[in-house]
């Protein structure tokens, strides 16, 4: 006669069937505590295309900024959510990432901006295209950057 696992572990002796229990509610909380985080923080990472931008700004204009006051745009764009419009000067992309690089030819430095590759498909951007892009500003390294970007339509 076939016994059904419940049945096994009320034949266990009461110490193991404890031990037995603790294990199998560990086991749960830990896969429930991966899920939640996969779901609740790693979509974040992904994009701010759902986040209201805090300003809208021409990518040479923002460069320029950037080029007279490092320190005061600094405090004005670092780690909030803008959009930037302009022209694409390349388009480079590995496994994981796409960068567009916005960038008049006149000019020396431009916006770099990164995109998970689940969010752009680089085919649909082309090198000259004028295009709108929302992202988190994260700094000045010759060009500014921006980080979790989203293609505007």
């Known amino acids: 006669m076939l016994t059904s696992p419940i049945q096994l572990i009320l034949k266990i002796n009461p110490m193991s069937r404890k031990v037995i229990i603790v294990l199998l ?3 749960f909380i830990v896969i429930a505590a991966f899920v ?3 779901w609740a ?3 974040s990472d992904i994009s701010v295309s759902s986040e209201k931008a805090t ?14 006051d490092e320190e005061a745009c600094n405090a004005k ?4 959510v803008i959009t930037v419009y302009g022209v694409v000067n390349s388009i480079t992309s590995d496994e994981q990432y ?10 020396i430095s431009g916006v770099m901006c990164s ?6 498909e680089v085919n649909s951007v082309q090198k000259g295209n004028r295009v709108k892009i929302k ?14 970007c989203s293609l505007e339509l």
Request: aromatic share 14%.
């Open 36 to 38: 939640v985080w996969k």
């Open 41 to 43: 923080f790693k979509k």
């Open 98 to 107: 796409a960068t567009i690089y916005l960038k008049n030819e006149e000019d």
């Open 55 to 68: 300003t809208e700004i021409e990518a040479a204009v923002l460069t320029h900024e950037f080029e007279k």
């Open 135 to 148: 992202g988190v500003c994260t700094g000045y390294l010759m060009d500014v950057q921006m980080t979790k």
């Open 25 to 27: 509610v560990f086991a």
């Open 115 to 120: 995109f998970n590759k689940d969010v752009l």
């Open 77 to 80: 764009y670092i780690g909030k």
